[in-house]
């Protein structure tokens, strides 16, 4: 639980970092911190599913840049009045059952609003870096730290310690899987490698040499908490009895943007906190928890501090890390398929149906998760311990800014893995006499259902649905319309994929569930003779003599071992 507090305070801290630069300061993590904490605290004791993990997400940060830059020359118009437009869409949305459509937002929608989220942190990222090298609005150009040398010092370092800081996370985040270290060693750096890699990077931006200047490597500003700045938003809802009524209902079109994307954010976000393969006791309870929702909203915006929802990945690991599973018996897969066998020959009609829509191999997993530790406690915990972290600014200052542009990155990429759209992306890249490679690993389904061309054809017109959904978000005003393509794709999946693509393919596509399969060694030999004769031979054999040779040029034996051998043996005399 505490690993899943220190992954939730780092991306809360960072996109603070993020909304203090586009929102010239006003917004700082200061409220971040707060609203995480807040919501938390709320949603913990009063919400429907308490396992559901609630803070400030990259939407909102993009939400509140727009709302800002619209809004900054009309002191009239601000964050305030969308926010309670939004609550008040989400009661509406909560009393009408809506989550009920929550069904329709499928697998092709989810990775592409993933895909973008992704995008848009390595776009942070790039922009971070890039502007250690420049000097920050507000300040005295004259300062020696903002002259050329120390500017060109200051963004050398933030290159150093940004690609240190995605390396070491990107490493530590697989120490389980490590030959080196005890196990409780490599169980520590993985569970708390993100916290452990900042503090690590942020003591070595305190290893320069005596002479660099205080301001070099540029760290995170922020107000202290009991400064003038921070306390302001206390007491800004007064301000709404003297807004303009014209302005009033000028909120409504963002808020109607706002309102959508907390709502399929949050749903999303509370759909995979409670996958069936968990086996909750307790009922769900979406329509409610967006009723909470939208107090929170409420709440957030009479405070004027960004509101928070439902975060990934951290809901779902939240229920997985309080998860107790039970191992499978090595006979459980041979009693279902005798048990399938009998079934068969009983007389079933659509024998070929059933055959395919259960193997044993395919659906018996070897873990199962038999019940959850369900209770609001650990919830309240993290949030609690969150909100104490606001009164630790002073120590959350001292992180460079460089770090958290690394950070950004960290979590654009270590999204990837497991995106399918990802996965069809580099599909697209890779010959077709070097696919066998990916089906000796583990691959997704539709690798061995769906052919060739159709996945390259659907890759194709997500990546483009993909280039438009991130063009929008240049757009300077109407940029806060980014959310409307991703429900314009509920209608464009339900009546028009099923026009261009088979059923069955995009049931393999689109599937609700992500389903892998294992590898299997398959014989190339022949298929790349048949296919690329002439060149491939010479590539094949060249490919051969570097796996059979050592980087000294000795040839390498290779041999069973004796415990594989008795292993075999011992197979053989069983069957």
């Known amino acids: 639980m505490i690993g899943l507090r220190d992954s939730t305070l780092a991306s809360v801290i960072a996109f603070g970092a993020q909304l203090s630069r586009e929102a010239n300061d006003i917004l700082t993590t200061v409220e971040t911190l707060a609203s995480t904490a807040i919501c938390g605290i709320i949603h913990s004791i009063l919400g429907g599913q308490p396992l559901l993990i609630v803070g400030v997400a990259e939407p909102t940060i993009i939400m509140y840049t727009y709302l800002y830059n619209f809004a900054k020359n009309q002191q009239a118009l601000g964050e305030r009045l969308v926010c309670i437009w939004t609550a008040i869409m989400l009661f509406l949305l909560a009393m009408f059952n809506a989550s009920n459509v929550i069904s329709r937002f499928t697998r092709v929608a989810g990775e592409l609003f993933g895909m973008l989220i992704t995008v848009l942190f390595l776009q942070q990222a790039i922009k971070g870096i890039i502007e250690e090298f420049k000097v920050p609005g507000g300040v005295d150009h004259s300062s020696p730290i903002y002259q050329f040398q120390w500017l060109y010092v200051n963004g050398l370092l933030g290159v150093i310690f940004s690609i240190g800081l995605l390396y070491t996370e990107l490493r530590s985040g697989r ?50 908490p009991w400064e003038s700045s921070s306390l302001h938003h206390w007491t800004v809802a007064k301000d709404l009895f003297s807004v303009p009524p014209a302005y009033i209902f000028a909120a409504i079109l963002p808020a109607l943007m706002v309102a959508g994307l907390y709502f399929f954010d949050h749903s999303v976000a509370s759909q995979l906190a409670q996958q069936k393969e968990f086996n909750l006791e307790k009922p769900s309870a979406y329509h409610y928890d967006i009723l909470v929702l939208g107090f929170m909203v409420l709440l957030c915006g009479l405070i004027d501090i960004p509101p928070s929802n439902g975060v990934l990945p951290q809901s779902p690991m939240h229920t997985r890390s309080l998860a107790v599973l039970k191992g499978q018996t090595d006979s459980v897969d041979k009693e279902l398929k005798s048990l399938k066998d009998a079934m068969l020959h009983e007389g079933f009609d659509k024998e070929e149906k059933l055959a395919e829509e259960f193997d044993p191999k395919k659906h018996i997993e070897a873990h199962l998760p038999v019940r959850v530790n369900e209770q609001r406690l650990s919830n309240l915990l993290q949030s609690l311990l969150v909100g104490a972290c606001v009164g630790a600014m002073p120590v959350i200052k001292m992180i460079p800014t460089s770090v958290l542009w690394g950070y950004f990155a960290y979590m654009a990429i270590d999204s990837l893995p497991g995106n399918q759209f990802w996965e069809r992306i580099r599909l697209i890249f890779i010959a077709s006499s070097r696919r066998y490679k990916v089906l000796e690993g583990p691959h997704a389904s539709f690798m061995e259902s769906v052919h060739s061309k159709t996945i390259t054809v659907f890759t194709i017109f997500q990546l483009v649905y993909l280039l438009i959904c991130f063009g929008i978000t240049w757009i300077p005003i109407a940029g806060i319309l980014f959310p409307l393509p991703f429900f314009l794709m509920i209608l464009i999946r339900q009546h028009v994929l099923p026009k261009f693509f088979e059923p069955n393919d995009l049931r393999e596509l689109d599937a609700a569930e992500y389903e892998e399969l294992e590898g299997v060694h398959h014989d190339h030999t022949l298929e790349d003779g048949a296919s690329d004769s002439g060149s491939c031979g010479s590539h094949d054999d060249a490919e051969i003599f570097d796996e059979l040779t050592t980087n000294r040029g000795e040839l390498k034996h290779r041999t069973f071992s004796h415990r594989e051998e008795r292993h075999l043996q011992a197979h053989s005399n069983a069957v």
């Open 175 to 224: 120490a389980r899987s490590w030959v080196y270290g005890q196990g409780w060693l490599r169980g520590f750096i993985a569970d708390y490698g993100v916290p452990l890699m900042v503090i690590v990077w942020t003591a070595f931006s305190y290893a320069l040499p005596k002479d660099v200047p205080s301001g070099v490597p540029r760290r995170l500003f922020s107000p202290l």
